[in-house]
């Protein structure tokens, strides 16, 4: 496993993805996804210039981000049970999973305690697969659109995960829903002033999700190699 050609090869299909739909490059953040991976692996990640990284659970990234490196962003991308909020919030700068209501009101509360701030994206279940989580395409446009008026939170986006049926187009539905859906609220309330980012896209369908607007790609196997 190379990592540095792997991070060549994965620019480069993003460069593309890109190109196809006349989007700038730089439009598009690229996510390591460094769960199950050693610390070593992130180190040498961080040596290529790797600065956002996405870890699915909360020890984990306790283990592997903690002290905090200068301009390292560690993201949470796996869902957080409510009794782990006030670990994630030690070490994220990031909650990418937030689908309920009570773990808003609980964030805003420990960030307001820690005197931080916290971006937040909402993970939608545009695949309806029972395996993910996330809000349902139905509840989303409602249940956040009578979300509480953020303070130290800042309301950022969207994230989904697409389809695992081996064939990427078949997400393409999914992500469109959810920029159609960020879109909407975008427009609708001073509170979703910030709401620009979709986190869509991983090592198999990046470039749909892409040509629909991805705005951060989520990369672990084509990065790190398999898991
Ligand atoms: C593991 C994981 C990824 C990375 O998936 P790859 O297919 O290995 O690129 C992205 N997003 C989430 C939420 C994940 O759990």
Redesign the pocket.
Known sequence: MDLELNKQAILTRIAKACEASGRSPASVRL?W?S?TQPVSAVESAIALGARDF?E?RVQEALEKFLPQREGIVCRI??PVQKNKLRKALQVAQAI??VADLESVNKLEALCEEAGKNLEILFQVNASEEATKSGLSMQEALDFLSSLPEPKRLVYKGL?T?GKNTGNPEDSRACFAFLRNLRDKLFNSQPKFKDFTEL?MG???D?EIAIAEGSTMA???????G??
């Open positions: 996510i996804v769960k996405g699915n991308i796996g990418d999973t994230m995960i986190s991983m090592t198999d990046l989520r990369v672990g196997t084509a990065l790190f398999r898991r």
